[in-house]
């Protein structure tokens, strides 16, 4: 896996405090945007300085960037713990996918702020290499997933697990999207009924009966 730029405290006074800088900082660039919300007013809603919150996430970008890489860490420990008691298979790898797009359904309402994140990447600003790392980071963490939750039948899945992986990371993104247009209880209802029908097509396909196709 690919070392990170910006190593966060996992245990401490200083785990907790940057857990409500990330909390605070995907309020706001939720309810205001990247360019509405402001350092101090994250600070001020976390209830730490100024100061504090520099000497954790030393820019606006950089502070963008791991709020999105703290929920994916969390999955990733949590079914890395699974496969280490020997829970594998498709069963296994649904519920990965579950836990995945509940972690962006309790953020509904912060979907905004991940989708300005990737815009302002696609636009070249300051953002991109940050957002380069942390898909450098996030790629090897759905591969493995992939490889962990099939161990030993990866070569009967209808692509390699690196190419699986990627279609993965599209399809959260394309939903990522979608709930950002979301208004209202039943259009984020249809964006639930979509992830279902992904994950109903991903369960009957995802196996094949012939040799697959070289990467």
Same mark, same amino acid.
């Not at 990247?34 to 976390?46: F, L, N, P, T």
């Not at 502070?63 to 890489?69: N, S, V």
């Not at 759905?142 to 997933?145: F, R």
């Not at 208004?183 to 259009?187: D, L, Y």
């Given at each position: 896996?690919? %070392? %990170? ?6 245990s401490?006074?200083?785990?907790? /405090?940057?857990?409500?800088? =990330? ?8 309810r205001?945007g ?10 001020? #809603?976390?209830g *730490? /300085?100024?100061?504090l ?5 030393? /820019? ?6 791991? @709020? ?5 860490? +969390? *999955? ?15 069963d296994? #790898?649904?519920e ?5 797009w509940? @972690? ?6 912060? #979907? !905004? ?5 990737? @815009? =302002?990447?696609? +636009?070249?600003?300051?953002?991109r ?8 980071? *996030?790629?090897?963490m =759905?591969?493995?997933?992939i490889?962990e @939750? ?8 209808i692509? !390699?697990?690196?190419?699986? #992986? ?11 999207? $979608?709930?950002?247009?979301a208004?209202? !209880? /039943?259009?984020r209802? &249809?964006? $639930? &009924?979509?992830y &279902?029908? =992904?994950?109903?097509?991903f369960? %009957?396909?995802?196996? +094949?009966? %012939?040799?697959?196709?070289? !990467?």
């Open positions: 896996m690919a %070392t %990170t730029l910006f190593p966060l405290p996992t401490g006074r200083g785990s907790r /405090s940057v857990q409500r800088i =990330l909390d605070a900082a995907a309020r706001a660039f939720g205001d990247y360019d509405g919300a402001s350092m101090i007013a994250v600070a001020r #809603a976390a *730490v /300085s100024k100061g919150l520099h000497y954790h996430f030393r /820019s606006k970008e950089h502070l963008l960037i791991a @709020a999105h890489r703290a929920i994916l860490r +969390q *999955v990733h420990l949590r079914f890395q713990e699974r496969f280490q008691r020997g829970e594998r298979g498709m296994t #790898a649904l990965g996918l579950d836990a995945l509940g @972690a962006l359904r309790e953020l509904d309402e912060q #979907a !905004p702020f991940m989708l300005e994140t990737m @815009a =302002l990447a696609a +636009q070249g600003r300051r953002v290499p940050q957002m380069d790392e942390f898909f450098d980071e *996030v790629m090897p =759905l591969e493995d997933g490889r @939750a099939f161990a030993g039948d990866t070569e009967r899945l692509l !390699p697990p690196r190419r699986m #992986a990627q279609v993965m990371r599209t399809m959260f993104q394309g939903l990522v999207v $979608d709930l950002a247009f208004r209202g !209880p /039943s259009e209802a &249809r964006v $639930d &009924r979509t &279902r029908d =992904l994950r109903e097509q369960a %009957t396909f995802a196996f +094949q009966t %012939t040799a697959p196709e070289a !990467p």
